[in-house]
């Protein structure tokens, strides 16, 4: 799976379906594909060159370790701006789970640091082997060794045989390192289930590859059938219509009609505005509407794509005095960033607001 709360809900589910008092249970391995990856590591350490003890660097570890090689190589210091850390480290990242090379990579993905393609191949070298120098793995490590280690086809054989049945979640979400291992594990395709959407390959997170699941079927034939599940549990048929209409213009795709079985409900508006406030406006302007026709606020959500795009919204609330709830990050007053500026504004009010 790509998150610890989907392996915990697999694994409850599994050991529902199974017959209570077996031992069964507790012998199916359920994780992400890197918490899985750093177990077999564990396990297989010394063939791919590693100690059992090995560290795993987190996200803000690994950008950290970035940085520190990048300053000891002065790549802060130049005259031209340099990419930070986090940028610098999406780019090695996009480079391992594409497995393709730093220029093309630079081109496709990152063309405003085409130009630091030799600082960042030097930065990279550096970065590597300071990591194995501290026998450190960062999360893309877990899968390529992983990777390396399946590769090898008496490892790749004794490794797959552990397994019965590989059950992969949101198969659309996977980049080729991923679809390699599987491949490795399971040869001829027998016990692998993939469950996924074509239609929700939209992220590319960490270089996913939508090529993946819709080439899945040609990569294990004959063996491979498609399953399509097309009742939705979540949606009212207004909102299904709208969707089918959309998935329908893609050229390359697993054909479906979602349903919802009778569940209706309004039709979905789609809504053009000139710009950010705009938007704010109608949204706050909607908000009052259905107040006053009758439903009550806590009733009413407004979505974000991210926390920061709700921003202006909150500031149009706060002047309209309508109460909101936000989940998922702080509110706008309570950025630390903004909790400053406004602590200058009162002090110069008051210069005796000690606490401002």
Same mark, same amino acid.
């Given at each position: 799976?790509?998150t610890r709360r989907a392996s915990q809900e697999m694994l409850r589910r599994a050991a ?15 994780? $992400?594909? *890197? ?35 990048? *300053? ?25 789970? $594409? ?22 191949? !030097? ?10 120098? *501290?026998m450190a793995l960062d999360y893309d490590d877990l899968l390529l060794y992983w990777n ?21 979640? !949101? ?20 016990? /692998? $289930? ?7 390959? /939209? ?5 996913? !590859? ?21 009742? =939705? ?5 207004? /909102? ?16 479906? =009609? ?15 505005? !000139? ?11 909607? /908000?009052?509407? =259905? ?16 926390? *920061? ?48």
């Amino acid at each position: 799976t790509f998150t610890r709360r989907a392996s915990q809900e697999m694994l409850r589910r599994a050991a529902g379906i199974i017959t209570r008092g077996t031992s069964a249970t507790g012998r199916v391995w359920g994780g $992400t594909f *890197h918490s899985i990856a750093n177990r077999l590591l564990r396990t297989y350490a010394k063939s791919v060159g590693l100690r059992q003890d090995f560290t795993v660097l987190d996200q803000g570890d690994a950008e950290d370790l970035m940085n520190v090689i990048r *300053h000891e190589l002065d790549l802060h210091q130049k005259e031209k701006r340099f990419p930070k850390k986090g940028p610098c480290l999406a780019i090695y990242s996009r480079c391992v789970n $594409t497995q393709l090379p730093l220029n093309e990579v630079l081109a496709d993905a990152y063309p405003w640091c085409a130009d630091w393609e030799q600082e960042l191949r !030097e930065l990279f070298r550096g970065y590597v082997a300071r990591k194995q120098h *501290h026998m450190a793995l960062d999360y893309d490590d877990l899968l390529l060794y992983w990777n390396h280690l399946v590769a090898d086809a008496e490892l790749g054989g004794e490794i797959g045989a552990w397994f019965d049945h590989v059950l992969v979640d !949101e198969y659309q979400d996977t980049n080729i390192v991923q679809a390699q291992i599987l491949r490795a594990l399971k040869p001829d395709g027998e016990g /692998i $289930t993939v469950v996924g959407d074509d239609a929700q390959s /939209i992220y590319s997170f960490r270089a996913a !590859e939508v090529e993946n699941i819709l080439g899945f079927p040609d990569q294990f034939m004959p063996s491979a059938e498609v399953v399509s599940l097309e009742q =939705n549990y979540r949606s009212t048929q207004e /909102i299904l219509d709208s969707a089918n209409c959309l998935i329908a213009e893609s050229e390359r795709q697993y054909r479906k =009609n979602l349903f919802a079985d009778g569940k209706r409900g309004a039709r979905p508006v789609y809504v053009t505005v !000139e710009d950010g406030d705009a938007e704010t406006e109608f949204v706050v302007d909607s /908000i009052l509407a =259905n107040r006053e026709a009758g439903m009550r606020l806590m009733d009413q959500a407004v979505l974000f794509r991210g926390s *920061h795009h709700s921003d202006r919204l909150e500031l149009e609330l706060v002047r309209r005095n309508i109460p909101y709830v936000k989940y998922g990050g702080l509110k706008f007053l309570e950025a630390a960033h903004v909790k400053d500026l406004l602590s200058i504004l009162k002090w110069a009010d008051n210069p005796k607001n000690e606490i401002a």
